[in-house]
């Protein structure tokens, strides 16, 4: 069950409870949809001249995926703002089983509008091996 405004802690952690492993459709069709044409995400003899020898995941397939993972966490009634400081220290590849972890940084109640508050969170996406895969900062606007 979605966590409202009040029930979110500032310094609490949440992991998501299930995981979500990326299938090669998902990068082509994700490549496909966005028009990415980088053929590092669907090429596999482009991408095997590559320093990783394979197709990497479309990064922002692996930002869609994470926040999705996390929304039952922390956002599900809520609005995102937005997100701030995306990085991606390590790549994904089809077959990594993804899930994500979210602490609260900070909560408070919004200036504009009176019945909302904005929740600060940092997002953690881990694969099958615990490596950090991505981590991003975001906003979300849930009702008091």
Same mark, same amino acid.
């Given at each position: 069950?979605?966590?409202?405004?009040?029930?979110?802690?500032?310094?609490? /952690?949440?992991?998501?409870?299930?995981?979500?492993?990326? *299938?090669?459709?998902?990068?082509?069709?994700?490549?496909?949809?966005?028009?990415?044409?980088?053929?590092?995400?669907?090429?596999?003899?482009?991408?095997? /001249?590559?320093?990783?020898?394979?197709? $990497?995941?479309?990064?922002? $397939?692996? *930002?869609? $995926?994470?926040?999705?993972?996390?929304?039952?966490?922390?956002?599900?009634?809520?609005?995102?703002?937005?997100?701030?400081?995306?990085?991606?220290?390590?790549?994904?590849?089809?077959?990594? /089983?993804?899930?994500?972890?979210?602490?609260?940084?900070?909560?408070?109640?919004?200036?504009?509008?009176?019945?909302?508050?904005?929740?600060?969170?940092? /997002?953690?996406? $881990?694969?099958?091996?615990?490596?950090?895969?991505?981590?991003?900062?975001?906003?979300?606007?849930?009702?008091?």
């Amino acid at each position: 069950m979605a966590r409202s405004f009040q029930e979110l802690e500032v310094g609490a /952690t949440y992991r998501s409870r299930f995981g979500r492993t990326v *299938l090669e459709a998902d990068n082509t069709w994700f490549s496909l949809l966005t028009l990415n044409s980088n053929p590092i995400h669907f090429d596999a003899e482009y991408a095997a /001249t590559t320093e990783w020898g394979r197709p $990497l995941v479309d990064s922002t $397939l692996t *930002l869609a $995926l994470v926040t999705g993972l996390s929304v039952v966490d922390v956002s599900e009634r809520g609005v995102n703002l937005g997100w701030r400081e995306v990085r991606l220290p390590a790549p994904v590849f089809a077959g990594d /089983t993804i899930r994500a972890e979210t602490e609260v940084l900070a909560k408070r109640e919004s200036q504009s509008r009176p019945d909302f508050g904005i929740v600060t969170v940092r /997002t953690r996406g $881990l694969n099958q091996r615990d490596e950090t895969v991505i981590e991003f900062e975001r906003s979300i606007m849930l009702p008091l």
